[in-house]
């Protein structure tokens, strides 16, 4: 009889250890959605399913690709290879859309940032000094209904597409919203 006690509750301590990972992630993302900073990119597409999780647009930005000057890293070797963590800080220009004005590479920009600047993480692959680096920032594929991901890229390429992502304090992004020029297409709920 004891020994299926302590079954039943080794199973109910996995079990709320499940449940509590799945909150955590889940509370984790509604956060960013909440209470992030907003940021505004337009987007490019890529293509359009994942034969498991349904429809999706792969988005590609302007700020994926980084000029070497924008880096603030004067005593780095000439090129670093393997992945890093690179902290891009984002301003907004004339049109409302954020560009990047500096970047630096495991940290945030030492600089203090100006109002409407916002950093960034994303995940490098190697940093050049002689040439652009291509960044990845985890907002990089947007899922649609079933159907709707060949129609959406193809609209993509005839107008201008963004979205709408949000941005934690630690730099970590989410897409709100995606829009076709002025139109919102899809707003991401909170939970």
Do not use: N
């Not at 792969?58 to 890293?73: A, K, M, N, R, V």
């Amino acid at each position: 009889m004891t020994r299926g006690r302590y079954l039943i509750l080794g199973a109910l301590a996995v079990a709320a250890i499940q449940i509590g990972i799945l909150v955590t992630m889940i509370a984790g993302r509604a956060a960013i959605l909440r209470d992030g900073t907003e940021i505004v990119l337009k987007v490019e597409p890529v293509d359009p399913r994942d034969l498991l999780r349904g429809d999706y647009v792969i988005l590609s930005y302007t700020i994926s690709l980084l000029q070497p000057e924008l880096f603030d890293e004067p005593e780095s070797e000439a090129m670093e290879t393997g992945p890093r963590d690179v902290f891009v800080r984002l301003a907004p220009d004339a049109d409302g859309f954020h560009q990047p004005v500096m970047a630096r590479l495991d940290a945030p920009p030492a600089a203090e940032r100006q109002p409407g600047e916002v950093d960034l993480r994303g995940r490098i692959s190697y940093w050049s000094r002689f040439g652009p680096s291509f960044v990845e920032y985890g907002i990089e594929r947007y899922y649609v209904p079933e159907g709707e991901g060949l129609e959406i890229e193809r609209g993509i390429l005839e107008r201008d597409f963004v979205i709408r992502a949000a941005v934690a304090s630690s730099g970590a992004a989410q897409i709100r919203s995606l829009h076709d020029g002025d139109r919102l297409l899809y707003a991401e709920p909170w939970y």
